[in-house]
Every structure is written in structure tokens, then in C-alpha cells.
């Protein structure tokens, strides 16, 4: 069933957004792969719909469950000056995001000229109805409702974008040679010339104490967690470094727990 409403699109009636392929393309760099699925199309309502004029329209269809579909309508082209009327007559299409509990989120657009309609769109174009009924026909059209409150637009943008994470914390420990043990590499007051080198590959290394970006629970006000770290962004992600030997070292201490606090709550560590 996840692929139902992908099986309702066809190529003529909702194509990809190539500016939001484009722009996809400019901003990942050129050579590096995905480590992870991420849905790139959960900020779609985020550029194209937030803050912009639009409706949303809510209910619960009884084969899908609840349903929330946003809908805008939006000019394609401008008109240019000079021109003859046919010319200048703008155009406009829709951009259009179904949400359903149990399926995948469908997202994109279709050109205005391209719904069968029986009357000619007005100042505020088709009724919704002939949209979504050319476009998610199979949809219990009938149980929805426009969602008018305020908070909806903020909802939905949780919604979508609940997967996304922006701000990323890794650790990195320093282990010389012979190590084997993670109290060992906890031990290790300073790193060596090459792991040095090792974290200029990572990012820069910035100094806390003022510190603007994701601090991932350093102290950026006095110098309780060492006074500088390793930062840099990636795909759009702030990503802070838990360097050991960085963190604040304890003499005579195998515990060294104001450096395991940090690494030891880190989902990713590098050795």
C-alpha cells in the first residue's frame, strides 16, 4: 500500500520540481554519498508553502486513515512587457503535498491549463475540489475540511519536518599505539602531531567561550568544558566535535568523567 499514491501520478499530471532537483545538486558537493536515507522533500512545505498564501485541508478517510493535504496556487511565469495579450497572460500552477499516517508523502506541482475544468479559473483559480480530485482522486475527498486556526501551518511544519535533524555531536577519541582500553584513551592528556592534522580535516577548531553555533552542551560562557572545540557543517548540519583531548583532563583520575559525560552520550564516536 506505501505505494499507492505514487501509482495516481503520472508524468503528465505531477511532475518533479527540476528547481528543487537543482537546487538539491548545488547543495550537496559533488562525489559524496548519502551515510543515511534523508527525506530532502520534508522541507518542501517549509519553501514553498509557510508563510505564503495557501490551504490546508484536514480529515480522516476510511481506507487511508487521516489525511492532511496542502494546496497553493502560484504564478509560473511572469509576464513580459510589450507583448501581446495571449503572450502576457500569466500562468499559473499548483503545488500540492498529501500526507496520509501509513503512506509515503506525495509532493509536487501541476501546470493550471493541465486540469480538466468546466468553467475557466477564476481570479483565485480552480476550485480545490477539481484539483485534488485530477490529482488524488481516489481520496475520500468528501471528509475534508479547510483548517483554518492559526497553529495548523506550525503543525504541519513539525510534521513534516520530525525526521530532519540539523544539529549533529560526535565524539573523538585519541588512542596512541598499544591502547586497547577505553580508560586508556580517556587518559591520553594530548593528542599526537598526526591526530592534530587528523582534526583539521574535520573542522575548525573554534574557540568556545562566546561560541554562536550548536554548542552540543559545551559551556560557551566560562571554561568548564576546555576552552576551544571542533566545528564544521555539512549538507546544512551543524555538526560539534567531543574531542577528548580537548575536554578537560583530570590528573591521576582512570575515570576522567568530565570527558566520558560528553563522548560517553555521543550516538557516533571516532577512534
Same mark, same amino acid.
Given at each position: 500500500?506505501?505505494?499507492?499514491?505514487?501509482?495516481?501520478?503520472? /508524468?503528465?499530471?505531477?511532475?518533479?520540481?527540476?528547481?528543487?532537483?537543482?537546487?538539491?545538486?548545488?547543495?550537496?558537493?559533488?562525489?559524496?554519498?548519502?551515510?543515511?536515507?534523508?527525506?530532502?522533500?520534508?522541507? %518542501? %512545505?517549509?519553501? %514553498?508553502?509557510?508563510?505564503?498564501?495557501?490551504?490546508?485541508?484536514? #480529515?480522516?478517510?476510511?481506507? @487511508?486513515?487521516?489525511?492532511?493535504?496542502?494546496?497553493?496556487?502560484?504564478?509560473?511565469?511572469?509576464?513580459?512587457?510589450?507583448?501581446?495579450?495571449?503572450?502576457?497572460?500569466?500562468? %499559473?500552477?499548483?503545488? +500540492?503535498?498529501?500526507?496520509?499516517?501509513?503512506?509515503?508523502?506525495?509532493?509536487?506541482? +501541476?501546470?493550471?491549463?493541465?486540469?480538466?475544468?468546466?468553467?475557466? /479559473?477564476?481570479?483565485? &483559480?480552480?476550485?480545490?475540489?477539481?484539483?485534488?480530485?485530477?490529482?488524488? #482522486?481516489?481520496?475520500?475527498?468528501?471528509?475534508?475540511?479547510?483548517?483554518?486556526?492559526?497553529? $495548523? /501551518? *506550525?503543525?504541519?511544519?513539525?510534521?513534516?519536518?520530525?525526521?530532519?535533524?540539523?544539529?549533529?555531536?560526535? #565524539?573523538?577519541?585519541?588512542?596512541?599505539? &598499544?591502547?586497547?582500553?577505553?580508560?586508556?584513551?580517556?587518559?591520553? *592528556?594530548?593528542?599526537?602531531?598526526?591526530?592534530?592534522?587528523?582534526?583539521? =580535516?574535520? &573542522?575548525?577548531?573554534?574557540?568556545?567561550?562566546?561560541?554562536?553555533?550548536?554548542?552540543?552542551?559545551?559551556?560557551?560562557?566560562?571554561?568548564?568544558? #576546555?576552552?576551544?572545540? $571542533?566545528?564544521?557543517?555539512?549538507?546544512?548540519?551543524?555538526? =560539534?566535535?567531543?574531542?577528548?583531548?580537548?575536554? /578537560?583532563?583530570?590528573?591521576?583520575?582512570?575515570?576522567?568523567? @568530565?570527558?566520558?559525560?560528553?563522548?560517553?552520550?555521543?550516538?557516533?564516536?571516532?577512534?
Amino acid at each position: 500500500r506505501s505505494s499507492d499514491l505514487e501509482d495516481m501520478r503520472e /508524468p503528465k499530471q505531477l511532475d518533479e520540481m527540476e528547481e528543487e532537483k537543482t537546487r538539491e545538486a548545488q547543495t550537496i558537493p559533488a562525489g559524496l554519498e548519502d551515510f543515511e536515507f534523508v527525506d530532502r522533500g520534508a522541507i %518542501y %512545505y517549509r519553501t %514553498y508553502f509557510y508563510g505564503q498564501d495557501h490551504q490546508n485541508y484536514t #480529515g480522516i478517510d476510511e481506507n @487511508l486513515g487521516p489525511i492532511a493535504i496542502s494546496l497553493r496556487r502560484e504564478p509560473m511565469t511572469q509576464p513580459q512587457a510589450g507583448t501581446g495579450s495571449n503572450q502576457s497572460k500569466e500562468k %499559473y500552477q499548483y503545488r +500540492i503535498i498529501v500526507r496520509t499516517s501509513n503512506l509515503i508523502v506525495l509532493r509536487g506541482s +501541476i501546470p493550471e491549463d493541465s486540469i480538466p475544468a468546466t468553467t475557466k /479559473p477564476g481570479s483565485r &483559480g480552480l476550485p480545490a475540489k477539481n484539483v485534488l480530485e485530477f490529482v488524488a #482522486g481516489e481520496l475520500q475527498l468528501s471528509c475534508l475540511r479547510l483548517a483554518q486556526t492559526g497553529k $495548523v /501551518p *506550525e503543525r504541519l511544519l513539525s510534521l513534516d519536518e520530525e525526521g530532519l535533524s540539523s544539529r549533529n555531536r560526535i #565524539g573523538v577519541m585519541y588512542c596512541k599505539e &598499544g591502547q586497547s582500553s577505553e580508560d586508556e584513551m580517556y587518559g591520553n *592528556e594530548h593528542g599526537s602531531e598526526a591526530f592534530e592534522h587528523f582534526l583539521t =580535516m574535520l &573542522g575548525e577548531k573554534v574557540v568556545l567561550k562566546g561560541f554562536q553555533g550548536y554548542r552540543a552542551q559545551l559551556d560557551t560562557k566560562g571554561d568548564s568544558t #576546555g576552552t576551544h572545540s $571542533v566545528f564544521t557543517t555539512f549538507h546544512r548540519l551543524e555538526i =560539534m566535535f567531543h574531542v577528548s583531548t580537548l575536554l /578537560p583532563y583530570t590528573p591521576n583520575n582512570d575515570q576522567q568523567v @568530565l570527558r566520558k559525560r560528553h563522548i560517553g552520550n555521543d550516538i557516533v564516536t571516532i577512534v
